[in-house]
């Protein structure tokens, strides 16, 4: 009696699993930790509405969008399809969510690094807080079409190191302490295509210690 009654269950499992591993909630746009204005004059109000409200709003809508299609892919061939939608707007939303994170009011906590663990880290791995900002600014503004400009915590090296992705690729090579968007989109409007005045600008409104708190997790 129990082996059939165990039989009889054994497809119900199934199928709850199947629906356990396929209903995941839907992505949602993160609030902006800090007004829209906030970062003015480094970066405008109509860039930070527009960035968070239609580009942000749109990475996330196309990986729900992506996600309740691969789950309802019948082939291999029909997930394989989807992988780009999903890179591009999985990293997309990623990549947002931590850049919003990484920016603070100038009148606040942006632009100021202070003594301890994450200056230290920069001044022996690229000379002095200066040189380190140079190589950012250099780095980055090299990237050819649309990427993110990184600082990462190498964790073979146990070393910080700037790296760039190209489109929306997420920085997987590295724990990201620091995040830019290199995206027209995050600075065209006020900054036309003088790409360099974006990144001399956007040190004044990095949160540090916000990369200071990623830097110790990565570290320790
Ligand atoms: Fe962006």
Redesign the pocket.
Known sequence: MFAIVKTALRPAIARHSVVATTCRSKHTLPDLPYDYNALEPYISEEIMKL?HQK?HQTYVNGLNAAEESYASAKTTKEQIALQSALKFNGGGHIN?SLFWKNLAPANGDGGKLSDGPLKKAIERDFGSVEDFKNKFNTTTAAIQGSGWGWVGFNTTTKKLEIVTTANQDPLISHVPIIGV?I?E??FYLQYKNVKPDYLNAIWNVINFKEAEARFLEASS
Do not use: T
Request: charged fraction near 15%; avoid cysteine.
């Open positions: 960035h580009h947002h968007d995206w989109h995050a």
